[in-house]
């Protein structure tokens, strides 16, 4: 089986190189290629010679992203099926979730044909990560969780942290209009660049009257006792989403519906695996299941 994997960033994180090895491993031919690839001339013509040598399935991270219309189309050319596939959630790196249509994944009937029971799985999936919301919410506590600057939902902007903070400033000053109770931002910084998030500092968002506090205690921890969070499209907007905590998304989510919160979560969990501990066929089969 050879696989194509098109990540929307060339560096692939721990957890993808996990399912990269494991694939590996199980007696794939994995090959990996990020949206840089595609616009170097010389990179892009070695990745369609890997369809012209025959590919069994490609792989699509964070499927909604830059650089996917042109690998849909170069499998749709070759008549090459395709999964999307993100990290997962709760806890967001030990796991990952792949379906057929991201903007579908909130929709519980999609998924019926699992044939699970939604009790014992939503069960199954908070039994992994206990979180237990505080009776005293902070009213005037907003957290702010940090992208990467080079995340691909930024990538086509054109100052991409300046942009994110100009982005999340206004919906932060709107609630602010809305209830007047503000009184706090908590930024948390992204774990792999814990820096990004200074550019706040210069930001006009003060002269509301708010202040500005970054966070070292982490995101899960902030968000107990918050009465909102606010981001663009982190993956950590769906954790607090999940666990009861108002959120709020700027930008183009899967959150923009609210579900049940149990189907959400019964449905994600069945379309999950880890790449670390789970079999190569059970892997196989839950991308394979997912493929369109």
């Known amino acids: 089986m050879k696989i194509l994997q098109f990540d929307s960033y060339k560096s692939l994180l721990p957890t993808k190189n996990a399912l990269h090895l494991k694939l590996i491993s199980g007696g794939a031919v994995s090959f990996i290629c990020g949206a840089g690839d595609v616009s170097d001339g010389i ?4 990745v369609l010679q890997k369809f012209r ?9 964070n499927g909604n992203e830059i650089g996917c219309d042109w690998i849909r189309a170069i499998c749709g050319k070759f008549k090459v099926p395709y999964a999307y596939i993100e990290q997962g959630f709760l806890p967001q790196k030990d796991t990952i979730s792949v379906f057929t249509n991201p903007e579908k994944i909130l929709e519980f009937e999609e998924f019926e044909e699992f044939d699970f029971d939604e009790e014992e799985l939503f069960e199954k999936f908070s039994s992994k990560f206990p979180f237990e919301r505080g009776v005293n919410i902070d009213k005037e506590k907003v957290v702010v969780p940090m992208q990467l600057s080079y995340d691909a939902s930024l990538y086509r902007m054109e100052d991409p942290t300046n942009d994110f903070f100009r982005i999340i400033s206004g919906y932060v000053e709107a609630s602010i ?47 107990k006792d918050c009465v909102e969070v606010i981001g663009y499209n982190s993956t950590s907007l769906y954790e607090s989403r999940l666990l009861g905590v108002p959120t709020v998304s700027a930008g183009n989510i899967f959150l923009q519906s609210c579900y049940p919160r149990k189907s959400f979560l019964a449905s994600v969990e069945a379309h999950q695996f880890d790449p670390t501990n789970d079999t190569f066929e059970e ?6 299941k997912n493929t369109q």
């Open 43 to 46: 990179k892009a013509d070695c």
């Open 177 to 223: 209009d809305f209830d007047g109770i503000i009184k706090r931002i908590v930024i948390c910084p992204h774990p792999q660049n814990p820096n990004d998030y200074r550019k706040f500092d210069t930001f006009p968002i003060k002269n509301l009257g708010v202040k500005i506090k970054v966070s070292n205690r982490g995101f899960l921890t902030e968000i």
């Open 283 to 288: 892997i196989t089969k839950k991308i394979w």
């Open 53 to 61: 040598e025959g590919l069994d399935l490609v792989l699509i991270w």
